[in-house]
């Protein structure tokens, strides 16, 4: 796999990419998508770390980066993984929580279908062998917000192993050619979520909510095959996107559904892997890629001042913008996992093993749940190029925003103009409207057949392309106007008629 | 109570560490040292308040080691006594929660509706700074 050379002090520059943040409802930053024009916006694919002419003082120093992620998935579900307590983002604190999540005396877990079956669905989306029988564990470590002193997961023997996640990269300098790239999946595993912990510093103490403990996680864990923050923040968006696609997650990272620990190292080609760090509770999309960098060029400085690297944890400081060292973590810790004893082995089945006379509610099928995949982004993303004749990277684009597709299949209906013109109106000034007025998708007060008919008109050469631009933009926005301009516009061109009448009509109706 | 404790830690804890008994003394005279002792107390959070508690886990140690007498060799692991029973599915429906004020009960403290607890986690005192056999 070839990595790309950081030179020296300076890291390749990365350019900016995967619409990071828009993950959340409101795809908030720079517009994305491509023009012709190569106007660089935010997109979603990454760019490979370009070499920098740079030589440092010591020579030529080639390092390669070593990225590693773990993500934890909260797994879209009514109910908790091993209790009946609901699932349910802002509830008042501790409502939430049935005598099992407190950890009382006399609990005992039981585990949610819907769970198991989002975790076969994404293993099977991400290519993994689904492990027939897989065990649970106890994973053991003191913490206020893990009331039972120990967190179930599945240490030995996972739910799901060997699997891949595709992303793509754009390579060359007009970004046109998009390649794929893999990273192994080592497993996917079923486990518990902890508590939340509310730091009251002024008064030494911590307060704690129980609502999110014991709901489930799909723990995805990526293995060192990615080799900058881009390549990994793009790796988590397109796992975002599956896990929305498949409704295993919502993966919102904003709302704490996705949530990822890097394990970054550095080394020269050719020589042993470094010793790595692990950067945790990397929780925003936006800064995901940056703290990744920042930690692989904090490796690197130090390296060349001829310090260690520690095998240690740290976390990101948003604020500062750089990696800091844990406290409370002394030493390595000793989990002391053990089988979970009270619950036995989970055993899955396919067509063939299932046993006759099954009650299909305690039976799982791992061949039903496999022809009921829903499609996958990347098989949407090939459809739309086939049968659109759009370029790959427009095809990204219009995945990358929520919402985005349906509105451009809803115009495509609706409009004789060609696809690729469409394309060109929905992801530039479309998507640059809803930026400029910070909406989301379904906000939006332009609908699908507003566009379409603008579409028509500009396509018949009834308005100029300026013109429809003015449309959208006018009046705020407001649908009823728009649509009684574009009535007005359609009578008074029964026939076709002089585009300076027209241009006269709308001037007349914007400026008032 | 304490006994107990260590010995259930100490029986689960053998399947993961096959080597201890040679960690501790390759003699196998059975003796714990002192930073084993250490170690244990702040995983488990356990005090052997005392040389007769270190002895007793020395002696526990001995007792089970016997289990090596059997030829387990080629011979799958049992995971749980549970291994051939049905693991239940449960249906995802919300049947519990809402229960907040038995839950807070039996907090000691609490504010609002949460539950306080200390800030972090607090380290126990090193080893020379505890009192070595104090007695609870």
């Known amino acids: 796999m070839a990595a790309p050379m950081l030179r020296g002090r300076c890291l390749g520059r990365c350019w900016a990419l995967a619409c990071i943040d828009s993950g959340s409802r409101h795809g908030r930053g720079a517009a994305t998508g491509f023009t012709s024009s190569g106007k660089r916006g935010q997109s979603f694919v990454a760019q490979q770390p370009l070499l920098t002419a740079q030589k440092s003082r010591k020579g030529e120093h080639k390092w390669a980066a070593v990225v590693g992620l773990e993500i934890h998935a909260q797994i879209a579900s009514n109910s908790k993984l091993f209790s009946g307590s609901q699932v349910h983002f802002a509830a008042p604190p501790n409502s939430l929580v049935s005598f099992f999540d407190a950890s009382l005396p006399g ?36 913490y206020a917000d893990l009331p039972a002193g120990y967190q179930i997961t599945q240490q030995r023997l996972p739910i799901a192993v060997n699997g891949s996640l595709a992303y793509s990269v754009c390579v060359g300098k007009k970004w046109r ?6 990273v192994r999946i080592k497993q996917i595993q079923l486990e518990q979520d902890s508590g939340k912990s509310l730091h009251d510093e002024l008064r030494s103490q911590t307060l704690i909510d129980l609502n999110r403990a014991g709901v489930g996680l799909l723990e995805v864990v990526l293995e060192p095959d990615m080799s900058c923050g881009e390549e990994a923040a793009t790796a988590v968006r397109e796992l975002q996107l599956i896990l929305q696609a498949l409704g295993t997650s919502q993966a919102n990272m904003a709302e704490g559904q996705l949530r990822v620990d890097a394990n970054i190292s550095v080394h020269h080609p050719g020589e042993p892997l470094g010793v790595r760090t692990e950067v945790k509770n990397l929780n925003s999309a936006r800064f995901l890629a940056r703290a990744i960098d920042y930690e692989i060029q904090r490796q690197i400085n130090e390296l060349e001042n001829g310090c260690e690297i520690l095998n240690e944890t740290r976390s990101f400081d948003y604020k500062l913008g750089c990696t800091v060292p844990m406290r409370d973590k002394e030493g390595k810790q000793d989990y002391r996992f053990m089988p979970e004893p009270n619950l036995p082995p989970l055993l899955l089945y396919d067509t063939a093993s299932l046993p006759a ?10 061949d039903r749940i496999r022809e009921q995949l829903p499609e996958l982004p990347s098989e949407t993303r090939e459809k739309l190029i086939q049968q659109y004749g759009i370029l790959p990277e427009h095809s990204f684009a219009l995945l990358n925003e929520v919402g985005l597709l349906e ?12 696809p690729k013109k469409v394309t060109s109106w929905v992801l530039n000034i479309f998507l640059g409207f809803l930026k400029q007025r910070n909406l ?4 939006s007060p332009v609908t699908p057949s507003v566009l379409a008919e603008l579409l028509n008109l500009l396509d018949r050469k009834v308005i100029s392309s300026a013109a429809a631009k003015q449309v959208m933009d006018m009046k705020r926005g407001n649908p009823r106007a728009i649509n009684k301009l574009i009535g007005l516009v359609r009578k008074v061109t029964h026939n076709r008629a002089d585009p300076t009448v027209i241009k006269e009509i709308l001037e007349k109706q914007l400026s008032s | 109570m304490w006994a107990r404790a260590v010995l259930l830690g100490h029986r689960s804890w053998m399947g993961w560490h ?12 059975g003796r714990v040292t002192a930073e084993v002792i250490e170690h244990l107390e702040r995983l488990a959070l356990v005090d052997f308040g005392s040389q007769e508690a270190v002895a007793r886990l020395e002696k526990a140690i001995a007792f089970a080691d016997r289990l090596r007498a059997v030829d387990t060799e080629g011979v799958e692991p049992m995971e749980s006594v549970l291994e051939d029973r049905c693991l239940y599915l449960r249906s995802d429906n919300v049947v519990e929660g809402n229960c907040v004020e038995e839950l807070l009960q039996n907090a000691h403290r609490v504010v609002e509706e949460y539950f306080v607890a200390p800030p972090g986690n607090i380290s126990l005192p090193k080893q020379d700074e505890q009192q070595p056999f104090s007695h609870n």
């Not at chain 1, 989301?440 to 906000?443: G, Q, R």
């Open chain 1, 440 to 443: 989301a998708v379904n906000e």
């Open chain 2, 18 to 29: 096959r080597g201890f008994t040679s960690k501790t003394d390759p003699q196998g005279s």
């Open chain 1, 107 to 142: 609990t005992l877990p039981v585990l949610n279908r819907r769970c198991v079956e989002a975790a076969v669905m994404t293993g099977l989306a991400l290519n993994c062998h689904i492990n027939k029988k897989s065990l649970f564990d106890r994973k053991h470590y003191f």
């Open chain 1, 357 to 366: 006379g099954a009650d299909p509610q305690q039976v799982i099928n791992i």
């Open chain 1, 407 to 418: 509105f451009f299949q809803n115009v495509i209906k609706e409009t004789r103009a060609e």
């Open chain 1, 177 to 182: 050619q998009v390649i794929t790239k893999t």
